[in-house]
């Protein structure tokens, strides 16, 4: 049986006819750059969130590129953020001439550890990036005060995590800002790259906006240096087809990770923590197990999809080393890159898919 890690055509199968007649009206418009389509998504999701403005841009990066810039972050400031992400939170950082500072994960929940963000903080400390991983939010709370202390912004990095909740809250909606990524894979995922941010900073808006068409106001006129970041119109169609079943298909990877966890129960697997305070939406259903390697290459052996998030921690990528943020400085993020994988939670799996990926794991480790 073929299980594969993701199967986006199961999905498009069901709104097809919808997508492409979305997108016919922008097409019969001609309206290819911002208009009537992208302000539609940007009010939904604004609502969604339970924020008052959002911003459409081209990427969850530039959702966080934007985010930075228009905060002021730029050369030698510094941004405390986690290693165990993917590239995109540390490399915004950089690319705008900030400097990523790592804090080491809580080991259950592989965000963020608030209990060690206040003493990476310096005098050029300007912002904590937490990142919302694999669909469960961190825990905001702790990070939040500690910003407050220290007159931090707080970057929410919620690219995989629309919709999540922490005590209630939606993700983007407790920091300053909140950025996030319509990469196809995610829950509610484009037909290209997309991203938004959402904020309830009416004064941060105004400069998100602009600076997202090159700091530009009025036409030709330009205060700041900002970036080509503008959503593609093509984009919100689609997003706008398929976000009436974000949460449906948010319950179905909830249904299926509770499978899993009932199926690994009592053996060497470590199932996800969700935390009490938390609503996960599964972007990913990540285990812990001995013998990771061979049981990855066990599975593709046997047509069955998975993969590592993530293999390299950011502090010991090679682009960073400049940092001195060596082996050992964030022992939790280097241990959980070594045992953790990714396996097929995508909401059309069946019974009978997820009882495979089960047995073929178990029974390769007894």
Same mark, same amino acid.
């Given at each position: ?21 979305? #997108? ?22 604004? @609502? ?6 959002? #911003? ?76 919302? !991983? ?8 702790? /990070?939040?005060? /500690? ?7 707080? #970057? ?11 005590? @209630? =809250? ?7 800002? @909140? ?62 087809? =398929? ?19 009932? =199926? ?51 502090? !010991? ?43 073929? /794991? ?5």
């Amino acid at each position: 049986m073929q299980v594969p890690l993701l199967d986006l055509k199961a999905q498009y199968a069901t709104i097809k006819e919808e997508v492409l007649a979305k #997108i016919n009206q922008v097409l019969d418009s001609q309206r290819c750059i911002g208009g009537p389509m992208v302000e539609e998504l940007e009010c939904a999701i604004a @609502g969604v969130c339970n924020c008052k403005y959002a #911003i459409g841009v081209s990427s969850g990066t530039d959702a966080l590129v934007n985010s930075l810039m228009s905060l002021g972050i730029g050369e030698g400031d510094e941004v405390i953020t986690t290693p165990f992400t993917f590239f995109a939170t540390a490399g915004s950082i950089a690319r705008v001439g900030a400097v990523p500072v790592f804090v080491d994960i809580d080991p259950v929940t592989y965000n963020i550890n608030p209990a060690i963000i206040e003493a990476a903080i310096t005098k050029k400390t300007k912002a904590v990036m937490p990142v919302h !991983l694999f669909g469960q939010m961190a825990d905001m709370d702790p /990070i939040m005060q /500690i910003a407050g202390q220290a007159s931090l912004a707080v #970057i929410e990095d919620a690219a995989q995590a629309i919709s999540a909740t922490y005590k @209630g =809250k939606k993700a983007g909606q407790i920091g300053t800002c @909140g950025c996030f990524s319509f990469f196809p894979s995610k829950n509610l995922g484009g037909i290209g790259d997309g991203g938004m941010i959402v904020t309830n900073d009416e004064q941060l808006y105004h400069r998100l906006f602009i600076m997202r068409n090159h700091g530009m106001e009025p036409k030709y006129y330009h205060k700041y240096i900002g970036g080509n970041f503008r959503l593609d119109p093509i984009q919100a169609a689609a997003l706008l087809v =398929k976000l009436p079943h974000l949460d449906d298909w948010s319950e179905g990877r909830r249904k299926n990770a509770a499978y899993y966890d009932k =199926k690994f129960k009592g053996s060497v697997v470590q199932t996800p923590v969700i935390s009490d305070d938390c609503v996960s939406i599964y972007n990913q259903y990540v285990i812990r197990l001995p013998r990771r390697d061979e049981v990855v290459k066990h599975l593709q052996a046997n047509g069955i999809g998975c993969d590592i998030y993530y293999p390299v921690p950011m502090h !010991l990528q090679e682009c960073f080393a400049y940092l001195g943020q060596g082996v050992g400085t964030c022992p939790e993020a280097e241990k959980a890159a070594k045992e953790v994988m990714a396996l097929p939670v995508y909401p059309e799996l069946t019974d009978a898919m997820q009882d495979h990926v089960v047995d073929t /794991i178990l029974d390769f480790l007894s």
